[in-house]
């Protein structure tokens, strides 16, 4: 063929020559790359090893199934539900379609036009497989997972240092928490070498004991991308890290046998970020609330203490001289009024009988009334006496309570000439053992306070009489 084709003619040319040598077929393979857009249509892969094959299968060929495509046997329970509807990754299906080749992305396809499962692919097995096996282990125990630091100042990250999963962690770390020091890890997060060098740098990260955590991170991509992280060695790491191991593998419909291993599994790598570190507003309102319970707390501790003394004040001024005198005084107040009143009311009394005996005496003469008055004056003498005599016994009894209080008050002997000496710290020095040379006293008098230092102490032997100061020149000692 001499004539120069357009990418369009050599695209018909395959189109027409892939479709006329398969009008129809059935292939078998591993489902995977399954996509189920908004528009109904259902993409994926069959694999087989490392062969790929695209298929989609649009929404108007997806039908209930009255019968098996491939025996032709009509089910008796009734219609079975499409394939498309609940076809997952990992599955091992037939399809029947032909092949054809899509112009837009240069590559042949297989149009489905029904399916069958044929039971779970040959990847999928081999991953429940370990899961079983692990989990028999206990390598996936919830009682052996490890908490999660609070707002992590220290952060190991173990991925690939130029995928969107790092840029979008360190995007949203920037945007929460206080603050914090992330170091990367670079691995590559796919292929054949992936699973050895996640696994030396988890050992590296658990050596380095800089971490308080650890986070092992890749973005979304095909069951064969994510293969590394269902690798046995890279779980048993993540065990052994003596770091708590957070994980973000894929999205939130991926799962991995390191997901199950790790002591928490995030559904996104962004989402680790926001496990780990708040968003700084909700830092902001906790802050409030603590400074709101703390202000209050105070105040109510200030209430309270202020309760305290004004309860002790109380007490003290119940208990003072001055309120004992009080009471004492006002004691004396009414006994005093008490006899008083008793006094005037029999004075009135024996004066009203007066009254009455010298009108009823009147007309018996001079004689009889000076008889009667010599009487009154008697009868009312013992009285007046005893009135006399409870007066001067309240006034004794309140002249010795005066006596007394003057006795029990601290200050009355400093008045009298003697003095009080305390050490530095206000406390009465009742003994010489209580200070020593070169400690300051202070010595309180009547008209003020006498300030020292001690520059010796003399102790009296026991059973010898206190030494009298000596006289001065010129002065006798009475």
Known sequence: MDAILSVRQVTEHLRQAVESRFPYLWVQGEVTNLSRPTSGHVYFSLKENDCLLNCVWFKGQQRDENFDPLTGEVWE??????????????QSVICAGRLTVYGARGQYQMMVDMAQAAGLGLWHQEFEAL??????????????KRPLPREPRRVAVITAPTGAAIRDFIRISG?????????????????????ARIVEALERAGRDAWAEVVVLIRGGGSVQDLWAFNDER???AVRRCPVPVLTGIGHDIDHSITDFAADYAAATPSHTAQLLWQERHVLAQHVDGWETSLQNALVRRLND????LAHAGRALAMLSPLARLRMQEERLYHAVRHMNTALEASLIEKARRIDGLALHLSGAGEACLRRAENAAERSSAPLLSLGRTLAMAQERELSRLETRLQSLDPFEPIRRGYAMTCDEDGNLLRSVAHTAPGRAFSVLMADGRIRGTVTGVEARPEGNALPLPEARPGRKRS
């Open 131 to 144: 899961k079983r096996r692990l989990a028999a282990e206990g390598l996936f125990d919830p009682a052996k």
């Open 234 to 236: 890279v779980a048993r």
């Open 175 to 195: 945007n929460r928490g206080l603050g914090a020091e992330i170091r990367i890890y670079p691995v590559p997060v796919q292929g054949e070498e992936a699973p």
């Open 77 to 90: 329970d009734g219609p079975r539900p499409s394939l498309a509807r609940i076809m997952e990754n990992g």
């Open 305 to 308: 203490l202020a309760m305290r």
